[in-house]
C-alpha cells in the first residue's frame, strides 16, 4: 500500500489509495495484484472502458507524427477531424468548435464566450448567469461563481462575483398536490422570477447540467422544465449554456443530454467523457452567429495553451469512433435500464434508501432517514464516506457527494462505463449489496429486509 512511501504529491485529502498498475475494460488492478471495478467510471469519464485498443493505435499513430503544435502556429489535422465529427452531433447551427483540456475550461470558456458575444450586441449591462443550487460547473474561479455547492464557493466568494441561484428541480423532495408536469413548470418559472428581480437587462445567461452531476445525484427534471427553460430564455433573449460535461458522448443514452428534450441550447461545454479518460480534452460547442460576431468584433479573447493538441484530439477522434462502432450510445440506454431496474430493486430491501434516479448509465441512489419525510442520514455518520470505503475494500468504485447543498444527504453514483454487459452489472449489484450490508452494520441502521 502506499502508506509506506513518502509521496510529495497531494490532492483533495490527505487519503492514501493504492497505486495503480494497470486497466482494462471495466476493471482496474493495482500493484499488489487486488482487482477494482470501476462502477463509477473514474468521476464519471472513462465511457469506452479502459486500455480500448484502436484509441491507443491512434494515440500512437499521432506520436509518431506530432504531439504538439501551437494552435496559433499550426493547424493540424487531427483537430480538424475532431471538430467537424463534434459539429455533425451537435444540435443543429452549434456548428463552432472550441478546443479545452477539461470541463472546468470548457464551462469558463463559455461564459467568457457568452459575455463577449453580449458586447458586440452592444448588451454591456448583462452579465449575471443565473445558474441552480446545487449544482456543480467546475472549479475554475469563473465555474465556482456559477457553482451552487457551500463548500466549494464559500472559500473563494471574497474573490469572485457570486452568481444568482434558483432552486434546482428536487421534484422528488416535493409533497405537494402538483402533477409532475406542474411542478416542472413551476421550477422552470423561478428563472423568470429571478431575471426580472435581477433587471433582464442585466441576465446574460443561464446555465444548467440537463442531467443532474455529482452536486444532485442524476437529477432528472419534469419534461415540462425543459421547454419552458428555453421560452422563458426566448423571452428575455438570455442564452442558454448547457454544461454537458458529465451528461455528453452518450452517458445519459444519448449523445448530449440535451436530445432527450428536443432542447437546443446555444452554447454547450464538454469534457469528462468526450475523450474518455485518455488524454485532457474538452470542448465548446456553440451557435455560428454568435462566434461570427465575436469574431468580427476582434476575436475571442480567450485561449488555452493546449487547446486543440494533436495527441489530445487523435484520441477524441477514436472515442467518438468507438462510441459509434460499438453503439454504445444505444448500449448505455439498454444497460442503464437494467441497472437502474436493479438499483430500484434494492428500495423493497433498504428502507433507507430513499429514491433512485438518473438517465442512461448515469445513475444514483439517495440514503434517507425517513422515506415519508425524506429527511437524510444524520450527516455526522459520514454515510457518503462510509459506503464509499465499504465498497473499495470488496473491488468496488462507486462515487459519493452530499445531496443537498453539498453539506447533508448522501447520494451514491454508480456510473459504469458504457461497455458494462449483465454478467458485470450483476457482479456490481453484488458487491454493492454486501457494502451496503457492512456499512448498515457499522452506523446501526435498519438492516436488510426479505
Known sequence: MNDKH???LF???TARRPRLARASGIYLWDVDGNRYIDASSGPM???????NPRVLAAM???????????RLHFENQAAEDLASQTAALMPKGLDRIFFVSGGSEAIESCLKLARQYAITQRADSRWKVVSLFPSYHGSTLGAVAVTGMTQFVEPFAPMIRVMPKIPAPTCYLDFDNLSQEERGLRYADNLRAEILRQGPDTVLAFIMEPVGGASTGAL???DSFYKRVREICDEFDVLLIADEVMTGAGRTGKFLACEHWNLRPDIIGMAKGFAAGYAPLGAMAARR???????????????????GNPLACSAGVAVLEVLQRGQLVDRARVMGDKLKSELKNLMSHYEIIGDVRGKGLLLAFELVSD???MAPLPPQLNAHVELVEEAYKRGLIIYS???RGGTIGDHFMICPPLIVDEDQIAEIMGLLTESLDAMIAKLKLPPRSG
Open 289 to 307: 452567429d454568435i462566434v461570427d460576431a465575436v469574431m468580427a468584433n476582434g476575436g475571442f479573447a480567450h485561449g488555452y495553451t493546449y487547446a
Open 6 to 8: 513518502k509521496s510529495h
Open 45 to 51: 469519464v472513462s465511457n469506452i472502458g479502459h486500455s
Open 401 to 403: 457527494r452530499r445531496t
Open 60 to 70: 500512437k499513430k499521432q506520436m509518431d507524427k506530432a504531439t504538439f503544435g501551437y
Open 220 to 222: 432528472v427534471a419534469p
Open 371 to 373: 422515506r415519508k419525510t
Open 11 to 13: 490532492y483533495m485529502s
